[in-house]
């Protein structure tokens, strides 16, 4: 199975901040990797697919990139609602991996 | 509006069983491959299994075939999970989940692509004595 590794794996952040979250793929995964969000005692939701295209009704501050084995999520400018976690996931090969998440804190 | 709804979760003894059920509306349910994910309380998520639109493709994370079993109904726009000789490492939220699929000006052109546009809100297992 492909493993994703997360970092951080917590941050501290304040509201208008730029956030970066990395993800690295245990092996080549071309572009098969999507983001998602997920708030406490709710579903995760899809941000970004194929690294970097944006999912519908998804803001624009939020942006992906990377191939092969490494990849990031960045928000550019960080609102009260972002406060969450944040998950990564190969689509590359069954089965289907996350990573372990990382939260994004005040 | 996509709307998937989980039930059937519960209290339930080592051992036991349980069968997790998912209403779909708002889609063609019968168009589109579906999947069951897991979260253990506090934990990240885990993929758990999958079928196609038709039920002919069906896979299980390996460390859990033959204890779980994945089906539908096209015609009741129902995904359903049977969990058998159910153990503590089993307590999680159940999500059911849509494939989203490569579509062509509206045709479906790839139908799995094994990432999830759609969640529902997830339904409680918990294996305890």
């Known amino acids: 199975d492909i493993q994703m590794t997360q970092s951080p794996s917590s941050l501290y952040a304040s509201v208008g901040d730029r956030v970066t979250i990395t993800c690295r793929a245990s092996?080549?995964?071309?572009?098969?990797l999507n983001w998602y969000q997920q708030k406490p005692g709710k579903a995760p939701k899809l941000l970004i697919f194929?690294?970097?295209s944006l999912h519908s009704g998804v803001p624009s501050r939020f942006s992906g990139s990377g191939s092969g084995t490494d990849f990031t999520l960045t928000i550019s400018r960080l609102q009260p609602e972002d406060f969450a976690s944040y998950y990564c996931?190969?689509?590359?090969?069954?089965?289907?991996?996350f990573g372990q998440g990382t939260k994004v804190e005040i | 509006e996509v709307q998937l709804v989980e039930s059937g979760g519960g209290l339930v003894k080592p051992g036991g069983s349980l069968r997790l059920s998912c209403a779909a509306s708002?889609?063609?349910?019968?168009?589109?491959?579906m999947h069951w994910v897991r979260q253990a309380p506090g934990k990240g998520l885990e993929w758990v299994s999958s079928?196609?639109?038709?039920?002919?493709?069906?896979d299980y994370l390996d460390s859990l075939k033959g204890r779980f079993t994945i089906s539908r109904d096209n015609a009741e726009n129902s995904l359903f999970l049977q969990i058998n000789s159910l153990r503590a490492d089993d307590t999680a939220v159940y999500y059911c989940?849509?494939?989203?699929?490569?579509?062509?000006?509206?045709?479906?052109?790839?139908?799995?692509?094994?990432?999830?546009?759609?969640w529902g809100q997830g339904t409680l297992v918990t294996v305890s004595s």
């Open positions: 989940a849509r494939d989203q699929p490569t579509e062509n000006f509206g045709v479906i052109v790839q139908e799995n692509n094994n990432y999830f546009d759609s």
């Open positions: 708002g889609f063609s349910f019968s168009h589109y491959t």
């Open positions: 079928i196609s639109s038709s039920g002919a493709y069906i």
């Open positions: 092996q080549p995964i071309t572009t098969y």
């Open positions: 194929a690294a970097s």
């Open positions: 996931q190969q689509s590359y090969s069954l089965p289907p991996t």
